[in-house]
Structure formats: C-alpha cells, structure tokens
C-alpha cells in the first residue's frame, strides 16, 4: 500500500491514508509529504477514489463509510492493475520468490538504463525502498518507446493477482498455500492459468516465463497465445540454468550452448533460479546479456531476504545472525539448506514464527520436515491474520513443537519474545549461525539480539 501512495504521489496524485499503528512506513510516507492518519479517520469530502488493503475486510469503518457515500472504492489489486494501464507492465508470481525476484529485476533495468518503474513488498536498499515511477515511455531496447516499464509482484491470495494487467507475465513455482482460499493445489493451479490468460497474444508483445519443473506448466500454459519459455535447471528447459554452490556461480544455456555466466552474492539454488529469471526478464526487456549479467552479479540483496544482519559478539567468539521472511515449509527447507552449505556452521539455531492459522493448521507436517538442517527451533506464538477467534483455537505454535520433537529435532514454544532473546544470550556459543523466520514481528528478535544491552520490546 505504501509503495501504490508513492507510485500516485509521483504521478501528481494528492494521496491521503491511514493505517491503525504509527511506524517507519507511515513516518517515511509522511516526510515525503504524504498525509498519513493513525487510526480510524473519516474520508475527506474531495476524494475521487477509495484505496483499501487485503487486511482490511468489508466492516472496517472506512469501507463501510466509503459504501455508504457511493464513492469508488477497490482493493490494493484493483489499483495496481489500474496503474499498469498503458505501461509495459511486468507482473511477478509464485509461492515463492517475489519479492526478490521484483528487486533482481527492477536493480538489472535500472542499472542498465531502462528506468523501470516498480512495486516491491519489500525494502531494497540499492533500490531506495520499494517503489518507483520510472520513465513514462521505454528509453532503448525492442520496446523503445512504449509506456515505461512497471514490475510488480502479483500475489495470488484471494485470486488478486487476477487484476493485473500485465504485458509479460513470471511463474517461479506453484505450490500448496492459502489452503483457507483455495482448498487444493488444483484450485491453485486454475488460478495461476487465469492469470497466465491475461497476458496478451505473442503478436501484441504478450509473454511468460515459467519454470520447468515446480511451475505446473502442464495446468497453465495449455491454450496460451502469448510467447511461453521455460526456466530451470532440466536440460530440456528453454533457458537451463546451472550453478555451482560452492563459489555462488550462476550460468544460463541454450539449446546447450553457454549464453551468460555470473556470480551471485546470495547462497542457494533457489536464489540461482531468481536470480536467472531476473536475468533472462532483463533480456527479454531490452537488456544485453552481458550488461544483465553484470548488474545481477552487483545485486546485494533486499531486507529480510536471507539478509546478514552480522556478527554478534559472544563470550569466546561471535555469531552470524542472518534474518529472513520465510514463512512457507519449502521456504524455510530452502534456506535453511543453503546457510547450512554456504555458512558451514558449528550449529544452526532457527527462531520461527508461524504465520495464520490456516497455512499452519493445513501444511503441519510439511512445516516439521522443514527444518531437517536446524539444530534447535524456537518457537514463538503464531502470529494470526484475519484469524477469528474460533480459527485461532484449531492450532498453537506447540502442535508445531509436538511435530518436530517427534522428528528428532530439539525444539520448543516460548511465547515471549523477551524470553526467546535471553535465552540466544544465555545458549548461543562461537560458530553458531542464528536466522530469525517468519512473516510477523519476529524480525524485532534479531534486532534485540545484536543490540544485546537494549531494551527487548515484546509485541
């Protein structure tokens, strides 16, 4: 929601909002000369056009105020999708990888010169945030000259990424998630083919890039008239990438010839995947192969993607602390496995929070194998998201703990975050690697943790 303020802000939009806490967002928005309300407001008389979040349902005082006057009102999606609107928009879908794959995206086109406008659910330092303009028309390349590029993550909760307009379409993988929405994996894969059927004929520039394998190709791309690519590490992918873990090098082939080598700064083979996407989608765009590559090669990551927060000082030694949004089984199995292999430490020590209780309740043992490469999990309270309080009682963060024990894995339930810090201060010892996981407020832990002699503020 920030970033779409800012997206109307630089457009010449006079934006106003409100959001229910004050916080850096709502304090950065309002030194941008934003006008940001804390707490429930009434809507100005002047407003042509009422803009709400997922989050906020249909009783929310505001909805029902702007119901009630007639005015026209749609959800964040809705005005993305009004924004793409005579933009060479580029929309970003998957279970996983979004958010960095936007940014790897949105850095090579900047970089490159091809002034990309963009909206990011996550703060990228070498970006200056989440958002962007960009240039009204394309400056160089095969689509000199049409509207500006504008990347954007298309989340499919609640089918949203449905009102998008996208010119070129990304599907990194399809999984199980958001069960409470869709009910089955084949719902899912019908939703990912609706929005695969938005982008437009391959004559009129539409195109999609999808993964080979995990991308479900064979539920989405039947009966597509857009231009369709495959990307992944099988040989018979259109575009096969291949890495090599031990020095992070990432390369892209042909039909078996070399096409572009670089080198990644970010651990993983999942990140190998985004950030090669993000390389063959910068080709696609207007980038050279070279220029692309290394611009990905310069790519240091965005907050709370595997990000290292640093070392931490501990009686004999240090601590590598790292901080990440992983909130998904395979996410967690990912990134756990890649520290692990890049990192090599004496122990790997993992505090996760759980996200919604539906994701929890419905991907339990997916969630207790995940953390096959963690030496100890902690476990605070799930954080709970348009939960009633009828759906908050059907799972706890202890179902979790009872599944891991009973995997062989040392793990526990500490609800209070003040306790979970003191207890890394009083167990944590040289080599050990501690990653904090989760979609809530957990991220507040790694701070508190190496700000060690400040104040620990529970949620």
Not at 46 to 59: F, G, M, Q
Not at 442 to 453: L, P
Request: glycine share 10%; with cysteine.
């Amino acid at each position: 929601m920030s970033a779409l303020a800012r997206l109307a802000a630089a457009q010449g939009v006079h934006v106003r909002g409100s959001d229910a806490n004050a916080s850096d967002v709502t304090q950065a928005l309002q030194d941008e000369g934003i006008d940001v309300h804390i707490g429930e407001c009434a809507i100005p008389d002047d407003v042509d056009l009422h803009v709400y979040s997922a989050a906020i349902d249909e009783r929310h005082p505001e909805r029902q105020s702007a119901q009630a006057r007639g005015l026209k009102s749609v959800s964040y999606a809705q005005g993305l999708g009004m924004a793409q609107v005579g933009r060479l928009g580029v929309s970003i879908a998957g279970t996983h990888g979004k958010s960095t794959t936007s940014a790897m995206l949105a850095w090579i086109l900047k970089d490159t010169g091809l002034d990309p406008g963009y909206i990011i659910g996550a703060h990228c330092p070498q970006l200056g945030g989440g958002s962007c303009l960009g240039a009204t028309t394309i400056p160089d390349g095969p689509h000199e000259g049409e509207g500006g590029i504008l990347i954007a993550e298309a989340c499919e909760y609640n089918r949203s990424f449905h009102h998008h307009r996208p010119v070129v379409g990304l599907i990194n993988n399809v999984e199980e998630d958001h069960l409470d929405i869709y009910g089955s994996l084949d719902a899912i894969v019908d939703a990912f083919a609706q929005f695969a059927h938005l982008l437009p004929d391959a004559a009129d520039g539409g195109a999609l890039l999808i993964a080979h394998d995990g991308g479900q190709r064979s539920g989405i791309t039947p009966g597509l008239q857009c231009l369709v690519k495959t990307f992944g590490f099988h040989p018979d992918a259109d575009y096969q990438v291949v890495f090599d873990q031990q020095v992070c090098r990432v390369g892209i082939l042909r039909e078996g010839m070399w096409v572009v080598q670089w080198t990644t700064h970010i651990p993983g083979a999942h990140m190998a995947l985004n950030t090669a996407a993000a390389v063959i989608l910068a080709h696609q765009l207007g980038a050279e192969w070279e220029d692309a590559a290394a611009s990905a090669e310069r790519f240091a990551g965005l907050d709370r993607r595997m990000q290292l927060l640093g070392e931490r000082t501990v009686e004999g030694g240090s601590v590598t602390v790292y901080d990440d949004y992983g909130h998904h089984p395979t996410e967690i199995e990912r990134t756990l496995k890649a520290l692990r292999t890049a990192e090599d430490p004496a122990r790997l020590i993992c505090v996760f929070q759980p996200h919604q209780h539906s994701r929890t309740r419905f991907l339990l043992d997916q969630f207790a194998q995940s953390f096959a490469d963690a030496d100890e999990v902690i476990v605070p309270d799930i954080y709970f998201v348009r939960d009633s309080d009828a759906e908050q009682k059907k799972v706890c963060a202890a179902d979790l703990v009872d599944r891991l024990q009973e995997r062989g894995v040392m793990a526990c339930h500490e609800p209070s975050f003040d306790a979970i810090v003191q207890r890394l201060n009083d167990t944590l010892t040289p080599g050990d690697l501690l990653i904090i996981m989760g979609a809530g407020p957990v991220w507040t832990i790694g701070r508190d943790f190496m700000r060690s002699d400040s104040p620990v503020s529970t949620p």
